[in-house]
Every structure is written in structure tokens, then in C-alpha cells.
């Protein structure tokens, strides 16, 4: 179990506790009891960031963008400090607590990228080329780069960079990129930075030995841009939610 065995860190959420053999109640009145396994983890009270951006009107701006973005990257770079890859980065396994800090849940494909990943992990639309075509081994953490691209493009644009992920080389979108029509590719709305179109660029191209690393992520002018949301309009935001929880 990946979760038990990395430590603890601000952006990963908690592994609690395992159990086997719990009782559940089925249906509450018919009496029937189930046998089933359990695992317990912190609650995160805001969901997850897919939720967020379904229930918020409009866009988010590059700010919180950016701010989730630095969490979620450096949850991974710890993971990866243990040896481990996530393997399943997507907006619906990114978790938000009550003061809407972000933390990585969901490591059911998680696993050590010592000697390369070989199987297909991941979900559609957010795994790389080479998961895509199986080039067997890969490495763990350019597929999380990759993913976390597609992350960081639905949480400004609402929106996936491409199609059909399973058919990204083919993809039109991506075949726009590839071709340099970044006009094209990018919508008018909401405008997006260069250092933004930039960074995106880096972490989806399609060899991996290529791409971005995760470090190399967290350094790109960007990510390092000290543009974020303050505390107080954090807390603004995190009271805003709750109100309507
Ligand atoms: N710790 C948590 N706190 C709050 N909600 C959670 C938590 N863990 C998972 N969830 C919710 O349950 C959903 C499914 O959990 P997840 O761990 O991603 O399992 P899977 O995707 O394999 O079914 C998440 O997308 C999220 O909405
Ligand atoms: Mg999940």
C-alpha cells in the first residue's frame, strides 16, 4: 500500500488506518451484514478539484491556478524523493480540505518507478503517448508531467487540451501543437500567459526523455511567478464554500 508507506506531507492526504473483516449494514433494517475492507483516510471537506471548478462560475485565473499547481507538484516531487509515481493525475483525485489546500489522493495505480512502469495506468484523456502506445518500461514520473499538464490546462481553461488523449499523436488538437499553430490551438478565452503556453508545452511533448521533470517543472519561470491568491482571500474563499457546502 503506496499511501501507508510514504510519509506524511502537507499535500498528500493521510493514510489513518486498514482494516479487514469490518461489519457493515447493508441496507439499514433488512439486517444483513457484510464482511468488508476498510480505509480510513483524512477528510477532505471541499471534495476534490474537479468539483470546485464544476461549481464555480467562470475561471479561475492563473493565480489559484498556480497556487494548486505548486501543491500538487510538490506532493509529487515528495512521493518521488520515496521512489514512487502516482501514475493517475486527474482533477477528480486531487482532494481540497476545509482551508482549500490541495492534497494527492487516490494511489490505487501508484508504485515505485525505480525500474520503469509496465503496465497502462492512468485515466482517458491525461495519459502520455507512451502509455497510449505501451512503450514498455516508461517512466512514472514523466507520465505524472504529462497528466499534470492536462491538469493544469482543465484548471485555467475548464477544459482538456485534447480530444481523444488514447489517440494524442493522431489528436487534431495536439497535431496543432505539434505543428506549432499555437493560435489555433489555444482559444481566445480566458487568455492565458506565454510563460503559461510555455510551461504547457514542455511537459506535454511527446518524448518523454524530452519533457520537463518534475523539478524542472517547479523551476520554469511560471510556477515561479510569486503571483498567488493571500491568505485572506483564501480564507474568503474557504468561508465562501462552506456556505454553500
Ligand atoms: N479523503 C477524502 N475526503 C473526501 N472525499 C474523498 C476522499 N477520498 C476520496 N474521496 C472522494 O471519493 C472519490 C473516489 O475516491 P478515489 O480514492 O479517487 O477512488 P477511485 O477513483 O479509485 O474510486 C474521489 O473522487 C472523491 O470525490
Ligand atoms: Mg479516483
Known amino acids: 500500500m503506496t499511501l501507508k ?7 498528500i492526504i493521510e493514510y489513518k488506518e486498514y482494516g479487514k473483516n469490518a461489519e457493515r449494514v447493508r441496507n439499514i433494517g433488512d439486517g444483513i451484514i457484510d464482511n468488508v475492507s476498510y480505509l480510513a483516510l483524512e477528510l477532505a471537506l471541499n471534495k476534490t478539484i474537479l468539483d470546485y471548478l464544476l461549481s464555480k462560475q467562470g475561471y479561475i485565473g492563473e493565480k489559484w491556478t498556480r497556487y494548486w499547481f505548486r501543491q500538487i507538484l510538490t506532493g509529487l516531487i515528495h ?20 482551508n482549500l489546500t490541495a492534497k494527492l489522493g487516490d494511489f490505487g495505480f501508484a508504485q515505485p518507478n525505480s525500474d520503469g512502469i509496465n503496465m497502462v495506468t492512468g ?11 505501451k512503450r514498455f518500461p516508461y517512466d512514472g514520473e514523466k507520465a505524472d508531467v504529462f497528466s499534470l499538464a492536462v491538469v493544469l490546462f482543465a484548471m485555467q481553461m475548464k477544459a482538456f487540451p485534447f480530444e481523444r488523449v488514447q489517440d494524442v499523436i493522431y489528436s487534431r488538437k495536439y497535431k496543432l501543437y505539434i505543428d506549432g499553430d499555437y493560435d489555433a490551438f489555444w482559444p ?9 503556453k510555455d510551461l504547457f508545452m514542455r511537459m506535454i511533448i511527446k518524448d518523454p526523455s524530452q519533457r520537463l521533470s518534475l523539478t524542472e ?10 503571483e498567488l491568491p493571500t491568505d485572506q482571500e483564501i480564507l474568503d474563499e474557504a468561508t465562501r464554500v462552506s456556505t454553500i457546502r
Open 5 to 11: 508507506t510514504i510519509e506524511k506531507h502537507a499535500h
Open 79 to 98: 512521493m518521488k524523493n520515496k521512489g514512487f509515481s502516482h501514475l493517475d493525475i486527474k482533477c477528480e483525485n486531487i482532494l481540497l480540505n476545509h
Open 123 to 133: 485515466s482517458e484523456f491525461h495519459k502520455g503517448p507512451e502509455i497510449c502506445y
Open 188 to 196: 481566445s478565452n480566458p487568455p492565458v500567459s506565454a510563460e503559461f
Open 217 to 226: 517543472v517547479f523551476n520554469h519561470p511560471w510556477t515561479q511567478i510569486k
